[in-house]
Structure formats: structure tokens, C-alpha cells
């Protein structure tokens, strides 16, 4: 598989997780009796979603090597913070679209070493 077809599906990955986190807080947000209704939790899980989005489209952009490597380390917070808000809100489907969001990155990661580390022969 070459890197450019890799790093997308990765990007993919992560922009799926990223949508499915936008939804599911949005829901949270929008509908009652979920317990988080307008809260400030519910909104920041809304743009740190957005933002999770918006970095996975520059994943798939080719870029310098520190670029990537900060981006990727950008990304990783992000699906921390956004998997413990969904945790501290009890929205149990947003930490879970976040562990999707972290396979993906995970790929990503793992694709880059593998086309950087030198041959064996």
C-alpha cells in the first residue's frame, strides 16, 4: 500500500471518528433528558470534535516531517481530552468514537515508521 493511500485511510479513520463525535455531542447538546443539555461539557466535546475534524484533513496533506510529527502530537491530545470529557459527561459513544479515532491515528503512525525505517538487505 503506498503512503499517500495509507495516510488517507488513516485520515478517513480519524474523520469518520471525528464526525461520529460531532453527532453524538450535538445530540447531548440539542435533545433533553440526556443529562448534559446545553451544558458547557456538551459544547466544548462539540468543538474539540470540529477541531479533531479539521486536523484530520491536514493529516492526509503531505507536509514536512516536524510538521506531520507536531500535527500527530496535536491530534493525540485532542483524543484524550475529548475521550475524558466524553467519559466526564457520561456520554459513553463519544470516548468510544474517540479509542476509533486513536486507531486511526495509530495507523497513521505505524504506516510513517514503516516508510522510514531503513531495509534489511
Same mark, same amino acid.
Given at each position: 500500500?503506498s503512503h499517500s493511500h495509507s495516510s488517507k485511510l488513516s485520515a478517513i @479513520? *480519524? /474523520? ?9 455531542? *450535538? &445530540?447531548? &447538546?440539542?435533545?433533553?433528558?440526556t443529562g448534559v443539555t446545553g451544558s458547557l461539557g456538551a459544547l466544548v466535546? !462539540? +468543538? $474539540?470534535?470540529?477541531?479533531?475534524? #479539521?486536523? $484530520? +484533513? ?7 516531517? =516536524?510538521?506531520? #510529527?507536531?500535527?500527530?502530537v496535536v491530534i493525540l491530545v485532542g483524543l484524550i481530552g475529548t475521550f +475524558? =470529557?466524553? /467519559?466526564? /459527561?457520561?456520554?459513553?459513544? #463519544?470516548? @468510544?468514537?474517540?479509542? @476509533?479515532?486513536?486507531?486511526?491515528? !495509530?495507523?497513521?503512525?505505524?504506516? %510513517? ?5 531503513? %531495509?534489511?538487505?
Amino acid at each position: 500500500m503506498s503512503h499517500s493511500h495509507s495516510s488517507k485511510l488513516s485520515a478517513i @479513520v *480519524l /474523520l469518520a471518528a471525528s464526525l461520529a463525535g460531532i453527532a453524538i455531542a *450535538l &445530540y447531548a &447538546y440539542l435533545i433533553p433528558l440526556t443529562g448534559v443539555t446545553g451544558s458547557l461539557g456538551a459544547l466544548v466535546a !462539540i +468543538f $474539540a470534535c470540529v477541531a479533531l475534524a #479539521i486536523m $484530520a +484533513f491536514l493529516l492526509a496533506v503531505p507536509k514536512s516531517r =516536524v510538521a506531520a #510529527i507536531s500535527l500527530r502530537v496535536v491530534i493525540l491530545v485532542g483524543l484524550i481530552g475529548t475521550f +475524558f =470529557v466524553g /467519559l466526564l /459527561l457520561h456520554q459513553w459513544w #463519544i470516548s @468510544v468514537a474517540m479509542v @476509533v479515532g486513536l486507531t486511526g491515528l !495509530i495507523l497513521d503512525m505505524t504506516h %510513517t515508521s514503516r516508510q522510514t525505517r531503513p %531495509t534489511d538487505s
